[in-house]
Every structure is written in C-alpha cells, then in structure tokens.
C-alpha cells in the first residue's frame, strides 16, 4: 500500500511539472494562452470574436490530432491586419466553417479564396477578410453586414450558408421574426450572454483557460460526443435530436426563452426529413427573408453580393455518427432537402449563388470533411470550394472595379 501510495504521488507530481512546462514552453514559442476565451457577448449580434487574440485549436485523434495556432487581427477578424487601401475587398461572413480554427491560416477557405482570385486578376491586391465566428448564423451576418459595409466598404460580400444547421440558428437565436406579409423585422427580445461564456470566464487564466478555449472552439461536436458516449443507434439519435428540435421550435414559437448554448448547433433533422412541417416551413421562411434583405442591403450600399452554400456532411458521407443512409428510409428525405430551398431562394430573388452540393459529390466527398464528431469541411474540402467560388468571381463578379476607399478608416473600433 505504501508503495502504491509513493507511486502515485510521483506520478501527480510529475504530471504538475510536465503541466507547467508545456505551459512555459508555449510562451516561450510566443502562443501565450489567451487570458480570456476567444469570444465575447455583442449586444448587436450574440457573439463576436475577441480582437488581438493567439490561441489553439486540437484535432482530434482520428482527424490527426495537431495544435493548430490561430489569431485575430486588431479588428477582430481572423488573419493579418486589414490593408489600407486594395483594389478588390471581400468580407467572408460565416460560422465555423469560415473561422476555421481547425485549420492553418493559409489553409483556410478565405485564404485559398485570396489566392486563387489573385492568380485570375493578377493586376488587382486582392483582400478577403475572415468574418467567420463559431456558432454564428445567417441572421447574425445580416446585422454585422449592416455595420460592416460602412467602415470597411467591401467591393463584395459573401455569405457562406452552412445547410447542415443554419436553418435553426435563426429561430434560436430570436433576432428576427416575420410579419404577417412575410417581411424580416426585429424582435423584442432582450439579449442575453450565453451562459457558456459566463462558466468558461471563470476559468479564464493560464493552462486552465487555454484548456477552455479548446473546450468552446469543440463545442458543437459536443452534443453527438454525449449521444455516441449513451451507445446510442443512429436512430435513437435522429429520434432525439428530432425531439430538441420541435422543443426548440415551441419555445420559439411562444416566444420563451432560448435555452440552447450559441455553440451547440447540430444538424436541421426536421428541414431535411420533413420539410413540410410548420418548424421546416418557418425556417426556410426566415432564411429567406434573411437573405432577401441582405440583398437589399448589399444593393443600398453598392456592394455586390454572393451566397455560397456548403453541404452537409451528413448528406454527402458517412463520415458523422449519422448519415444520409439512415436517413433514407424517412419517405420525403432527399439528400438534397437542405441546400436545395437555399438555391429556390437565390433563383426567386436574382441573388448569386455558388452550391457546392454537385461539386463535393462528384469530388469524393468523404474526402472533403473530417471524421468522427467533427463535420467541418477539411483542408481539402476549403481548397476545392475556394476554387469554384474564386472562378465563379472571376467570370461573373466585379464588372465594375473597385470602389473608392479614399478617406477610410482601417482598424476601426468594432
């Protein structure tokens, strides 16, 4: 016993001293922990990144298991300061997808957009500013457009649409509401700091919150984690999940209340395999008029506006826990549900689109996206979208130059 007891007193004592100088060498590599998560509550939109962040993202084991470093500049984009004066600005307004955290700078899909646009206009500086934020949804690109195309006059934005959870993200997050005339308008609810922001600010300094960064930055593959963790079937799954959703939808509906985390978004089971549902008709309602009105927006401001829409894993591999093949015995599934009332819209409207839903089929999808509970497109899924969306500027976009941005204001408050 005592000798059991000595070892395992050596081995808590070692493992503090190993905590401390993968700490020390962290800062001595300058990747300091943040002192603070990376994300902050925003009265406008819920969430916003921290500007001048370096911090981390950890792969997991099956998708490679690396530390991947990343950083905000001091407008709390992701990426290198914003240039004073391009030819040619884009802003990039995404969730996840577009923050990428998982991925190296220039492996990201903004990056890889800059790059392949510069290879087509060789005569133009190119600049595509990262505006992605974890979580976010098409209702929150659609307020920090609304305060973005000011201060920093884009020649063009692009609104990247996540068809596997952006349809939820506006009744949850209760920014917008429509009339009886189907028309966008605001709602009454007071905005609150997600509750997962006030734990992890406890928890703010040194490893430890280095340690809860990482725990933010994975949170939306949290909930299947827990699901896979209960040996549940991909049916018991789908069953859950469809029930948190109709939960989700009443309390939208009888105006309570949110109480899901902006960070735990999970694939629309509802919009996807029951797509004539009231909560299915809603969303595709509101995500409509989300649209619609950034459209007008983009036209008021002279701005020139593009969706992107990124397919689900779910629909195209079997990479996830749950796949398109156990979903193919819900009779109105296809697995186009998702991204195809997202193209309606944008043909209805004139607005530009580019689906990727052909383009990753026909490119081996599962090589496209991580595996496990990570269903972010990869590194090779951002490089083959970024090539289509750069040829389909190229050939259809900014006829008509670039704007004049005498006078601007770089690095601007946000």
């Given at each position: 016993?005592?000798?059991l ?6 081995i ?48 997991s ?59 087509r206009l060789?005569t ?6 990262n ?69 992890a ?45 109709q ?15 902006h ?21 595709i ?68 689109m ?22 972010h ?38």
């Amino acid at each position: 016993m005592r000798k059991l007891l000595l070892g395992a007193f050596v081995i808590c004592i070692s493992s503090v001293i190993l905590l401390i100088f993968f700490e020390a060498g962290l800062r001595a590599l300058s990747w300091e922990p943040e002192r603070k998560i990376a994300y902050d509550f925003n009265e406008s939109y819920l969430i916003s990144l921290k500007p001048n962040l370096r911090t981390y993202f950890k792969r997991s084991q099956e998708n490679g298991g690396d530390l991947v470093k990343w950083e905000t500049n001091s407008d709390s984009f992701r990426g290198q300061e914003v240039q004073t004066n391009p030819d040619i600005r884009i802003i990039v307004y995404g969730d996840s997808n577009i923050q990428a955290s998982f991925s190296k700078l220039e492996d990201t899909f903004c990056w890889r957009l800059a790059r392949y646009l510069t290879r087509r206009l060789p005569t133009k500086r190119i600049e595509v500013l990262n505006s992605g934020i974890v979580g976010s949804g098409p209702d929150q690109y659609l307020i920090k457009l609304s305060q973005d195309a000011g201060r920093y006059k884009p020649d063009l934005v692009i609104f990247n649409i996540f068809s596997d959870n952006d349809y939820g993200d506006i009744t949850r997050n209760r920014l917008f509401d429509l009339d009886d005339n189907g028309n966008l308008v605001p709602t009454k609810f007071e905005k609150q700091k997600d509750e997962l922001l006030t734990r992890a600010e406890t928890r703010s300094r040194g490893l430890v919150g280095f340690l809860a960064s990482l725990r933010i930055c994975q949170e939306t593959r949290n909930a299947f984690q827990r699901l896979h963790a209960q040996s549940l079937t991909p049916q018991d799954i789908i069953h859950r999940r469809l029930a948190d959703l109709q939960a989700e939808y009443l309390a939208y509906k009888r105006s309570e209340p949110r109480t899901v985390s902006h960070f735990d978004d999970s694939f629309d089971f509802d919009v996807a395999l029951f797509p004539h549902l009231e909560s299915s008709q809603t969303k595709i309602g509101l995500m409509e008029a989300v649209l619609r009105e950034a459209q007008k927006l983009a036209v008021a401001r002279n701005v020139e506006f593009l969706v992107t829409i990124e397919p689900s894993a779910v629909d195209l591999t079997e990479n996830y826990m749950v796949s398109y093949k156990d979903l193919q015995g819900y009779k109105d599934y296809r697995r186009r549900n998702l991204t195809y009332p997202i193209e309606t819209i944008c043909r209805k409207h004139g607005i530009h689109m580019v689906s990727l839903f052909d383009v990753f089929m026909v490119s081996s999808p599962e090589c496209q996206y991580f595996r496990g509970f990570d269903q972010h497109w990869n590194d090779r899924g951002q490089d083959l979208a970024a090539r289509v969306v750069a040829a389909y500027i190229a050939n259809n976009m900014l006829k008509g130059g670039p704007r004049n941005r005498s006078g601007e204001q770089v690095n601007a408050q946000r």
